[in-house]
Nanobody
């Protein structure tokens, strides 16, 4: 069993920054992919950023140049640095991890990010 705990969400003014963390615990030998999704009110959940075990990253066009995803494999932790935040970045941010040989991803409970204009 794998447990994810997200932290770092909150309320920030437009133009501000937040850093989200995702700590994974449990029976983990390695993590293939750490990803962040977000869901705004009334909208579908969307992929924000992902990083694989080689450090290769993928970011949504809407956050390129503003967000950075990283990971600390030794700590089984992922990070999402969010700069130049916009009101449209508001939503619940979820961390997911994919483990080798496991079909389904594990999901965290989510952390609220609210950006005021």
């Amino acid at each position: 069993q794998v447990h994810l705990v997200e932290s770092g969400g909150g309320l920030v003014q437009a133009g501000g920054s937040l850093r989200l963390s995702c700590a994974a615990s449990g029976t983990i030998f390695s993590i293939n992919v750490i990803a962040w999704f977000r869901q705004a009110p009334g909208k579908q959940r969307e992929l924000v950023a992902a990083v694989n075990s080689d450090g290769e990253t993928n970011l949504a066009d809407s956050v390129k140049g503003r967000f950075t995803i990283s990971r600390d494999s030794g700590k089984n932790t992922g990070y999402l640095q969010m700069n130049s935040l916009k009101p449209e970045d508001t939503g619940v941010y979820y961390c997911t991890v994919r483990l080798p040989g496991v079909r389904s991803a594990y999901w965290g409970q989510g952390t609220q990010v609210t950006v005021s204009s």
